[in-house]
């Protein structure tokens, strides 16, 4: 389906959801790319591996020709965003604009990369947690082509993509996010905060591995990886939704699924996600402090086992020791082995978390 938005200036957009395969439990929907018919038209997102020639096609029944664009703004590298990416490139010759990170990120540097077979992952490959029996089907294809694309670096603030028409470097979910405000009445927000899906928040952790590629522009792991990364990014978006009350929100996913639309208030969804994040953090101390104190023993209490199958393991794995790390970084967790802790007897998450500016 393709959908258009016009917004009270008169602004248009299309939406143009490109189908996912993954499901389950985990399930994240359609990717909502978006076409922001702005002076110069340019495109948000280029669905997943294989969606280019669909994408296109949608396009074609909005009534935007590829020549009308600008560009495609890359919103962050996930796969289910740029992974139809090098296709559309290739079939239209459209400029590539993303964050100065995803520019790094997805190059190889075999003389760097942390493992013998990550050698031809691309950067931002390398600390990714999904199974080989996943990666082999859903992206060994796709990195290939990828790392020969030309990017466009854009950081925060006013830029060259139009008129009123602002970038906000956002990381936290991934490194490289970028939410684009447009004026006073709409922001896209790629999955930085999603209806009904909890964004997954990075690892400080994975830094290590992307020190040498990343490290003279970012120095420091906490300014674009991590829980508390990723819920400062969630603070500064609330502002733009208290200063601006009646912002539409355009999220990746999710924005109708199951045959209903999902409208996104921006500040209530925010507080409703860092909530849940609070939450979390109680559930893991809770769990620790019973004396369950490895990381698989976390995920086991915590998660229905419904959501521990194939990938989904991983995916658990990963929101808990993102936890873990805020929570050892405050002191109400110790850690005493590799991704093995111990409860303090502090809950200082509570305040911190509540109060992050
Ligand atoms: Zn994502
Ligand atoms: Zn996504």
């Avoid at 990714?128 to 029996?133: A, G, L, Q, W």
């Avoid at 997954?200 to 952790?205: K, S, V």
């Amino acid at each position: 389906m393709v959908v258009r938005f016009r917004l009270p200036s008169g602004l248009d957009i299309f939406g143009l959801p490109t189908e996912n395969f993954y499901s389950g439990n985990w399930d994240l929907g359609p990717t909502w790319n978006y076409a922001v018919m702005a002076d110069t038209p340019f495109l948000v997102d280029a669905g997943r591996y294989g969606r280019g020639d669909q994408l296109l096609k949608m396009m074609d029944t909005a009534g935007v020709k590829p020549s009308d664009l600008g560009f495609v703004l890359i919103s962050h590298g996930h796969e289910d965003h740029d992974g139809g990416l090098a296709e559309l490139v290739a079939m239209t010759s459209l400029k590539v604009k993303a964050h100065a990170i995803y520019d790094l990120l997805i190059r190889q540097y075999p003389e760097i990369a942390p493992a013998d077979y990550k050698r031809h992952f691309p950067a931002k490959c390398w600390h990714c947690f999904m199974p080989e029996s996943f990666y082999a089907v859903n992206c060994l294809g796709y990195h290939r082509v990828l790392q020969h694309l030309e990017v466009e670096a854009v950081g925060s603030g006013v830029n060259s993509l139009g008129t009123d028409i602002v970038t906000c470097h956002l990381p936290g979910h991934s490194p490289d996010c970028l939410a684009l405000i447009l004026g006073e009445e709409a922001v896209i927000v790629g999955d930085i905060l999603l209806p009904q899906i909890t964004p997954w928040p990075t690892r400080l952790e994975m830094y290590g591995d992307i020190a040498g590629v990343v490290g003279p522009m970012f120095p420091e792991a906490a300014e674009i990886l991590g829980l508390q990364c990723y819920l400062q990014s969630l603070r500064q978006l609330r502002r733009l939704g208290m200063a601006h009350p009646d912002m539409q929100v355009f999220p990746a996913h999710r924005f109708y699924y199951d045959g209903q639309w999902n409208v996104v208030h921006l500040t209530q969804r925010i507080d409703e996600l860092i909530e849940h994040h609070v939450r979390r953090c109680a559930a893991i101390v809770d769990i620790v402090s019973r004396g369950h104190g490895t990381v698989e023993e976390i995920v086991q209490r915590h998660f229905e086992p419904s959501l521990l199958q194939g990938p989904g393991k991983h995916m658990a794995m990963n929101e808990i020791l993102s936890h873990c790390e805020l929570l050892v970084d405050l002191g109400d967790l110790v850690e005493t082995g590799r991704h093995q802790y111990e409860g303090s007897g502090t809950r200082r998450f509570e305040m911190v978390i509540s109060t992050l500016e």
